[in-house]
């Protein structure tokens, strides 16, 4: 079955965390009790308006050539991630290209 690649950039920006809070997640024990390693404490408590872009690439369908069986073996894995992942940061690296942090793209740069 192919895979849906989906980016997304503009999101980091509605929110100001100031400390990541692994020390916190992992004295209270939710980094073994829920598989939590930070508790981020963030200002403001709202959300900041922000402008998030969404962009959808071309279906991955790498995984077409190969056998259900091969998704036990770590080096396809590792193959078809790395090749994923690569073309997920290309887009988000175009759709970073003359983006100025919480403003945006503007329409005509």
Do not use: C
Not at 67 to 81: I, Q, T
Not at 97 to 102: A, G, V
């Amino acid at each position: 079955m192919p895979i849906l690649p989906i980016v997304s950039i503009g999101g980091h920006e509605a929110v100001l965390s100031w400390y990541d809070g692994a020390e916190v997640a992992e004295l209270l024990g939710w980094k073994k009790k829920f598989r939590l390693n930070v508790l981020p404490f963030t200002l403001p408590a709202l959300p900041l308006p922000a402008q998030i872009t969404v962009s959808v690439l071309p279906p991955f369908t790498k995984t077409l050539d190969y056998k259900p069986e091969d998704a036990r073996n770590p080096e396809v894995l590792a193959k078809l991630n790395e090749e994923l992942l690569g073309q997920m940061q290309a887009e988000m690296d175009r759709m970073a290209e003359n983006r100025l942090p919480w403003i945006g793209k503007v329409l005509g740069r």
